[in-house]
């Protein structure tokens, strides 16, 4: 795979490589990860750096009671088990990427930031990753009237040229993707379990092999199927798209969880179809600010419009532009951005000067919020030297 020295250090520290967890020292979560790899950048060290016989020394400044040196070192000491796991997704034809590659996908980083996957595994075209387009999403028990409205809303996405984004799971999202490459379009899907297996699958093969699929997981690619991984993967599906359709939510499940922390956190505008099944949660999410999509949309739209207080007209499936709503985005806070930021940037004493460099920030918008945090008691002065820690 040609893996670099950082990209190796990131999988020793934050990847499983074998689905039977007998490991002691478990691997660093997303955010676990993120404290620890902006600690190393503030050391002006690479992950890398990590990979010579004696990490011990370059950790002696590290301190925190739930990543323990200890659990570090047992972590970067799994190479042996790192080679061997990535000759085995190499034959698969699996690649992996980190965050500090090129090709991880953008939008991951600048929504998620330090709650972006450290790893991506992966088969397929890479470039998808960075096309957005629409995710698609809804009910692994889907009735037929949905099936036919995702395959037909899909064909409309590939038609338009619009990367259809859905989970790959049986159901509406399995339905989103075939019916989009089956048209010639794109897809891209992200997986909760079994990537290994998906490589091979008859399903993916014509996809995969055209270049207008990708698969990824954020999990150990031979992972079987958990609740947890499946929660976890639905901000992913959202923050790879650019707008969502939600075509079935139940009252409980993944597909209500996801759509409720899409809509809550703003990832992307998103769209719920309309229907009369009194176990389907759609109408509440509009309740909660997604919006109706009653009967047509252009595709490019969808990206568009957010809180819809029209319901949009016309032929389902009609190529004319739909009348909409707009409404303007809410005003950014940047303070408020300032203030979650120092809560990573500044849990060990840090200078104004690395502040500075790593927010981007000129020395007086710097001063003034760096006293504003101190007065508001999200931050204080050190008196050794001029530093700055978070109580």
Not at 75 to 90: D, F, I, N, P, T
Not at 94 to 119: H, M
Request: hydrophobic share 45%; aromatic share 8%; glycine share 8%.
């Amino acid at each position: 795979m040609n893996l670099t020295a950082s990209a190796q250090a990131t999988l020793l520290l934050t990847s499983y490589f074998s689905s039977v967890k007998t490991n002691e020292h478990k691997p660093l979560t997303n955010a676990e990860w993120g404290k620890f790899a902006l600690w190393l950048k503030h050391q002006r060290l690479s992950p890398g750096g990590l990979l010579v016989p004696e990490p011990q020394a370059l950790l002696s400044g590290w301190s925190d009671p739930r990543i323990s040196t200890e659990r570090l070192l047992a972590l970067l000491e799994r190479g042996h088990s790192l080679a061997l796991a990535v000759e085995k997704w190499q034959r698969a034809g699996l690649w992996v990427i980190t965050r500090a590659d090129a090709e991880y996908p953008q939008r991951l980083k600048d929504i998620l930031r330090n709650d972006s996957p450290a790893v991506l595994f992966g088969c397929g075209n890479k470039a998808l990753l960075q096309s957005g387009g629409t995710a698609i999403v809804g009910s692994r028990n889907a009735v037929e009237d949905d099936l036919h409205f995702t395959a037909q809303l899909a064909k409309k996405l590939a038609d338009h040229g619009v990367n259809v984004v859905s989970g790959g799971a049986r159901g509406i999202d399995e339905c989103a993707m075939l019916s989009s490459l089956n048209a010639g379009g794109t897809a891209t899907g992200v997986l909760t379990d079994s990537l290994l297996k998906a490589t091979t699958s008859v399903k993916w093969r014509n996809g995969l092999a055209s270049g207008n699929l990708v698969l990824i997981s954020p999990f150990y690619p031979e992972a079987g199927f958990s609740v947890a991984n499946a929660m976890a993967r639905n901000k992913y599906v959202y923050c790879l798209a650019e707008s969502a359709v939600v075509i079935h939510a139940g009252k409980k499940g993944g597909t209500i969880t996801g759509a409720l922390e899409a809509v809550k956190h703003q990832w992307v505008p998103v769209w719920v179809k309309p229907n009369q099944d009194e176990n389907s949660a759609n109408e509440m999410l509009v309740q909660k600010g997604a919006g109706l999509l009653a009967e047509s949309v252009d595709p490019h739209q969808l990206k568009r419009f957010r809180n819809m207080d029209a319901q949009l007209q016309s032929d389902l499936f009609s190529l004319q532009e739909a009348p909409s709503v707009y409404q303007a985005p809410a005003r950014v806070d940047f303070y408020q951005l300032f203030l979650e930021e120092i809560q990573y940037l500044a849990v060990q004493p840090v200078s104004k000067e690395v502040l500075a460099e790593i927010l981007c920030l000129v020395p007086a918008q710097l001063d003034l919020w760096l006293s504003r945090a101190i007065k508001d008691n999200r931050l204080r002065q050190l008196s050794d030297a001029g530093l700055y820690q978070i109580p």
